[in-house]
Nanobody
């Protein structure tokens, strides 16, 4: 089973992108989902997470107020709306499924990962 992330691209600082992650899992609506990002030479870092019902969310402090995570359980898809993008947001973004029902930050709790989509923000 593979999570399919899409929507990345090149955007100028201040611009917006919306990432999508299709997770064609029979149990999609039973687990929380998250987005992480990684720059070459750096550790993968948590960006945002959402609980199984799409009610509760968590964000990394640096993206609060700019990014919004959401999900559509009928479409097996989780989204990351990114506004007011900054050059420091440049990274490969990964979606993942957590073995939890609540939103969580710990990458070790996520057991399924997508292939990543590149986001590049120019200054």
């Amino acid at each position: 089973v593979q999570l399919q992330a899409s929507g990345g691209g090149l955007v100028q600082a201040g611009g917006s992108l919306k990432l999508s992650c299709l997770a064609p899992l029979r149990t999609f609506r039973s687990y929380s989902m998250g987005w992480f990002r990684q720059d070459p030479g750096k550790e993968r870092e948590f960006v945002a997470a959402i609980d199984k019902n799409g009610v509760s969310t968590l964000y990394q402090d640096s993206v609060k107020g700019r990014f919004t995570i959401s999900r559509d359980n009928a479409k097996d898809t989780v989204y990351l709306q990114m506004n007011s993008l900054k050059p420091e947001d440049t990274a490969t973004y990964y979606c993942a499924r957590a073995r939890r029902t609540t939103a969580v930050r710990d990458a070790g709790i996520y057991d399924l990962w997508g292939q990543g989509t590149q986001v590049t923000v120019s200054s």
